[in-house]
């Protein structure tokens, strides 16, 4: 199955949920080609210092070749978190979280991340994986909370400067990753 988008419902669909927190609502969706520009906004707004900042480019490609975006709005419907989703060979990987650093310390990552797990397993995609950076307390936090194992310790593939923890879930009952 190539994309999520087609796993859950075979047609375009782009609000997955409502969610309401003590600081507002919170509305959970798709991204599209026309979010980029804000999306590089949020990236921008972040400071990108545990991530390995993508480019315009990188985020159209991304997009044009059939994967998806998660992002949250706000009640205001400015886009306050994102993350990439890569699907490939039964495995969905989950890239460049980021959460706007006026909306941090509730837990908006780690909603993006149970959804997108949910999303993986409605999919029928076997295999679920992220990569965090091994000095990202925080974000490690999180995807262990989410039920994500650490599986592997290994240079970032995107910058091998940095060690990154190899993040992994079994999605499929009796699916054995390689
Ligand atoms: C890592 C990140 C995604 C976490 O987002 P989040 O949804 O705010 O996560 P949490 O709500 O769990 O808060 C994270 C920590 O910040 C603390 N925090 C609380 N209020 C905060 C605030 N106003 N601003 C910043 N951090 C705050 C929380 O207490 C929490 O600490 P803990 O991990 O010791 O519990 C976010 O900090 C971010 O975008 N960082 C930059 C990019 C990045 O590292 N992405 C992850 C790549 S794998």
């Keep these: 199955m190539s994309s999520i988008h087609e796993g859950l419902q075979g047609h375009d669909i782009t609000h997955i949920q409502n969610f309401n927190l003590a600081s507002g609502a919170y509305r959970l969706v798709w991204l599209g080609i026309e979010d980029v520009p804000c999306m590089v906004a949020l990236q921008d707004r972040t400071g ?39 699907n490939e060979d039964d495995t969905s990987l989950l890239q460049n979280v980021l959460v706007d650093p006026q909306h941090r310390g509730q837990k908006l990552s780690s909603h993006l991340i149970m959804q997108w797990l949910d999303l ?32 592997q310790t290994i240079p970032s593939p995107e910058d091998s400067r940095h060690l990154v923890h190899v993040m992994s879930k079994v999605m499929k009952e009796g699916y054995r990753p390689l």
Excluded: W
């Design 48 to 86: 990108c210092t545990s991530i390995v900042p993508r480019t315009v480019d990188y985020y159209y490609t991304h997009l044009f070749t059939g994967q998806g975006a998660l992002g949250i709005r706000d009640s205001a419907g400015t886009l306050v978190a994102q993350a990439l989703v890569k």
């Design 120 to 151: 993986v397993k409605e999919s029928g995609i076997s295999f679920a994986q992220a990569r965090v950076r091994i000095d990202n307390h925080s974000s490690l936090h999180n995807f262990l909370a989410c039920g994500m194992d650490i599986t």
